[in-house]
């Protein structure tokens, strides 16, 4: 009996070598995926970024910077690779003290709590950004806020927490938090988006305090008109010309 049980907690053995081969395998290629991820962050400029492809996430600012003036560039380069910044990933410069930040034009999303807990009074998103994440503004100092067409989601109190007045969309109407993106502004009275954008039908917003509709203007920038010359002076041109064509006339 003795000599059956040995041979039966042999084959329990043999049977688990492989499984736990299998899972030292596993684990060491986690070790290293990680590892690479790790070793693929870089810093440029002053700021923090994380790689995937061709593209980058800005991450923060590198170690020692404090600077409250933050500008996202449109690319990175690193090791002789150039990569396009195409996001600014989640709580990246929160609670920093910005006072200004300009966002690169090859920005597409802003990651949850991306900005979130600064000093900004004003900021231009550019008309690559698609997403704007949870709480990406959340408790700055922002009065006003143009949003792009480009803009096709904007999460839940996106702009919670400012000073806004007013806000303009210029595109359609999207998959956007009504209740909470601009909660805590009880001053924000005209919300405003351009006539004939898909979806709209007058959407309301929640400042906090009150349901604000919001009402179509016209987008349509009327080109100025060229002044017409007086008839005295085109007429004072066309004689020049006149003499000047009969005086090449004679010499020739």
């Known amino acids: 009996r ?16 492989p499984q736990r081969g299998v899972l030292a395998s596993f684990a060491l290629l986690t070790i290293s995926m990680m590892s690479s ?26 170690v020692g910077n404090t600077s409250t003036v933050i500008i996202i560039p449109d690319i990175v380069s690193n090791s002789g690779t150039t990569y396009s910044v195409t996001s600014i990933g989640a709580s990246a410069f929160e609670d920093d003290l910005l006072t200004s930040v300009t966002i690169g034009d090859n920005v597409e999303s802003l990651g949850e709590k991306a900005l979130k807990g600064n000093s900004l009074a004003s ?37 919670d927490d400012n000073k806004l007045t007013r806000a303009a969309f210029k595109g359609s109407y999207g998959t956007f938090d009504n209740d909470t993106m601009f909660d ?8 405003t988006y351009c006539a004939g954008a ?16 919001s009402t179509p203007i016209n987008c349509l920038s009327s080109a100025t008109p ?27």
């Open 37 to 62: 991820a790790q070793a693929l962050a870089f810093d440029a400029d002053g700021l923090s970024y994380s790689p995937t492809g061709a593209n980058a996430e800005v991450t923060g600012r590198a």
């Open 2 to 17: 003795d000599v059956e049980r040995s041979r039966g907690l042999g084959d329990v053995y043999k049977r688990q070598a």
């Open 123 to 159: 900021v231009v998103i550019p008309g690559s950004v698609m997403t704007l994440g949870e709480k990406a503004f959340e408790k700055n100092m922002l009065t006003s806020v143009d949003i792009p067409p480009s803009v096709t989601t904007i999460e839940l109190n996106a702009f």
């Open 226 to 252: 060229v002044p017409a010359a007086p008839l005295w002076l085109l007429g004072i041109m066309a004689g020049l010309l006149s003499l000047v064509g009969m005086r090449k006339l004679r010499k020739a």
């Open 184 to 191: 805590v502004n009880p001053d924000l009275s005209a919300i």
């Open 198 to 213: 898909a979806g709209w039908s007058e959407q309301p917003f929640f400042n906090g305090a009150n349901s604000i509709k």
